[in-house]
């Protein structure tokens, strides 16, 4: 299946179990593969073809920096659900949501969760 792909798109969110991160918030990035056939566009070079990148992102916007949620997971899962229903020809969906800089002790890059979701 071909894929439109949006990566490290950075976000500023209130997600998170402890309330110094719904007050303060913290970066997010996600990445996002559309699984859509992208053949007819590719052959007619007709934007109507394929998923407005631009919208997707926008709609990933909006959920990340909209209402917090305790979990990254909530989060992850929001995404996907509103790609799936907002792109009909969008087949399925990689989200992964990324938390650069969670407040718990330890030496890392980061946490974050990757889910995958069809079309039913």
Do not use: W
């Amino acid at each position: 299946m071909d894929k439109i792909i949006l990566r490290n798109m950075q976000f500023y969110g209130y997600h998170g179990l402890f309330e110094e991160e719904n007050k303060l918030g913290q970066h997010f990035n996600v990445d996002v593969d559309l699984h859509v056939s992208l053949v007819e566009a590719g052959k007619t070079d007709d934007m109507n073809a394929s998923i407005d990148y631009g919208q997707a992102f926008k709609k990933v916007q909006a959920i990340v920096e909209g209402e917090p949620r305790n979990l990254i997971e909530a989060v992850a899962e929001d995404i996907a659900t509103e790609l799936l229903g907002n792109f009909s020809m969008l087949q399925a969906c990689r989200v992964k949501v990324i938390k650069p800089n969670p407040p718990i002790p330890g030496h890392y890059e980061s946490v974050a969760v990757e889910i995958f979701r069809e079309r039913t």
